[in-house]
């Protein structure tokens, strides 16, 4: 494990952890002939984008970490690097105390990694063939295999379908083997990307409590990506905003929540809002710090909702009422107060969890 210059231990740690990607491009219509003629030709050029822009991060052993923000802001390629599939362009990584470029086999027996939305599974065999065959390819013995197969199934209550093809499982059950799945070897850390991605309200319950038993109860420090700030909240000791590849905070939710007062915060879902609703609500408030529109989806009984920040919200909501209904905008409902971190993300960033690109 990684030591500061105060000798606090840390799993995890990152100095100026920096990646770019670069996108090479041929000019004209005839650029990929020109290319086959010349290897050197000056029409190519590089589009070069910075992904993440010097990351300092610091997470301490059985730590629940969350790191938030919307897609395309890093998270995904924060992982990607800790987990060695990246070479960072400049920076420095420890992870369990290993440096990520010279000791790339002792970092990646030390984690245990789940990309949500990914398929790693074999939707052919059933869950315990799946789990026996990953764990062959950890060379774990035959007899402790069998034995940490039956317990992670009994931990993700999965025993009695445990025979059954994945191919027959719901996503949140195969969710749930891919978590056992990088659970196998036991590893110290986990990496957990959007892992209740595209999962029904019920089963993302379930893995949010198993999650946060692998911190509390088994001591594992858990580094999770999520686009959810509610769930975040719920689980996490530390979080981190990141946005356009740049860290903006680090603290508890508790502390980060008192950044936005009470009395700041206003929200409204609305059904059919105009396409100007978020420049209109501003120029009814001149007062207010940040409005921000955000999308629902009406299709599935999910409001968009305008989100107002600062100013006085009880001299807001009259005023916000009578603007809509002369817009002929159909209000759902309305909130005052108690506010959540993605009003502090707003508020920090301004910018919204459904801005940024996958």
Known sequence: MANNNNNEVFSIQTVNLTKRFSKKRHKGVFGFLRKRKSSTSHTESSNVTVALNGIDLAIRPGELFGLLGPNGSGKTTTIKCLSTILIPDEGTVTVNGFDIQKETAMVRASLGMVVGGERTLYWKLTARDNLLFFASLYKMKKN????????????????????????????????????????????????????????????????????????????????????????????????????????????????????????????????????????????????????????????????????VIGGSAEEHIGIIIDGLRKRGVRIEALNVGVPTLEDVFIKLTENTLSEGQT
């Open 144 to 307: 402790y295999a069998k034995k940490r197969v039956d317990e992670l199934l009994d931990v993700f209550e999965l025993s009695e379908r445990a025979d059954e093809r994945l191919e027959d499982y719901s996503t949140g059950m195969r969710q749930k083997v891919t978590i056992a799945r990088a659970l196998l070897h036991d590893p110290p850390i986990l990496l957990l990307d959007e892992p209740t991605l595209g999962l029904d309200p019920g089963f993302s319950r379930q893995l949010r409590k198993q999650i946060r038993s692998l911190s509390e109860e088994q001591g594992k420090t858990v580094l999770l990506t999520t686009h959810y700030m509610a769930e975040a909240d719920q689980l996490c000791d530390r979080v981190a905003f990141i946005n356009k590849g740049n860290i903006v905070a680090v603290d508890t939710p508790s502390r980060l929540k008192t950044r936005v007062k009470e009395e700041e915060v206003v929200e409204v879902s609305v059904y059919r809002p105009p396409v100007d609703v978020e420049g209109y609500v501003r120029s009814l408030l001149p007062d207010s710090e940040l409005v921000k529109f955000i999308a629902g989806n009406e299709a599935e009984g999910c409001p968009s909702r305008i989100k």
